[in-house]
């Protein structure tokens, strides 16, 4: 049996390689990919982002749970959380390289906000894969949304870019 932090820095690698692809594909290559999906305020980037990233974290969180049946959510949000964080750590770093002021600040934020989100999203992969309540997910989501909104109203200077 591999230990877990081999399976982490395999998925980190793999998250890693797509979200570089996916970076230099949007902003930088000849393709001319559009900013916003035609007719919606939805950013491709975004999209393709959330959708790889999502997968990402449940194939690993089921390489855990195979591995060890005995995980609880907690621990497969953690495992979840590091994959994020080791991938989201190298990419700021890389992509500091392209900044021209305030490096430190766009890769503190950039770190800290990203992984807090993918462990909320790696949170409900894992309850799912774990519990199977999808009544009770769907009741988490809609609350992690009605709070996310109301601390956007809340405080509306912290959530602008």
Known sequence: MKPFSITI??????????????WWGTFFSPLNIPEFIPHTPIKVYGLLFFGFTLTILILAQKEFLTKNTTLN??????????????????FQFIISFTETSDKLYYFIRGT????????VLSFFTAF??????????????????????????????FFKS
């Open 9 to 22: 820095v395999k998925y980190s690698g793999i998250l890693l390689l797509w979200v570089l692809i996916l």
């Open 128 to 157: 799912q894969l774990k519990t199977r309540r999808t009544g009770q997910l769907i009741l988490f989501i809609l609350v992690f949304i009605v709070l996310f909104k109301v601390l956007t109203m809340a405080f509306p200077a």
């Open 112 to 119: 800290v906000t990203t992984t807090i989100l993918w462990t």
């Open 73 to 90: 959510v907690v621990n497969l949000t953690l495992l979840g959380a590091a994959i994020c964080f080791i991938n989201e750590v190298v």
